[in-house]
Nanobody
């Protein structure tokens, strides 16, 4: 089994920054990718950013140039640096890990961008 624990969410004014962290533990073997998704009220969950095992990244168009995903392999930890935050970035952010045994999700962390 795999456990994912997110941290770093909170409230920030437009234009501010937050850094999310997700620490994976448990039976971790041959990770394919780690990613951040988000779900705003009344909307479907969407991919924000992903990083593959070899370091390739991809981002939602809405966050390109503002968000950066990175991974600390030795600690099985993934980060999401979020800059120039906008009110439309308000959502619950979920960490995701994909490996050969399956797809795993964290419990989510709230990010609120408001003046």
């Amino acid at each position: 089994q795999v456990q994912l624990v997110e941290s770093g969410g909170g409230s920030v004014q437009p234009g501010g920054s937050l850094r999310l962290s997700c620490a994976a533990s448990g039976t971790i073997q041959r990770i394919n990718s780690m990613a951040w998704h988000r779900q705003a009220p009344g909307k479907q969950r969407e991919l924000v950013a992903a990083i593959a095992s070899r370091g390739t990244t991809n981002y939602a168009e809405s966050v390109k140039g503002r968000f950066t995903i990175s991974r600390e392999n030795g600690k099985n930890t993934v980060y999401l640096q979020m800059n120039s935050l906008k009110p439309e970035d308000t959502a619950v952010y979920y960490c995701n890990l994909g490996q050969f045994t399956g797809n795993y999700w964290g419990q989510g962390t709230q990010v609120t961008v408001s003046s």
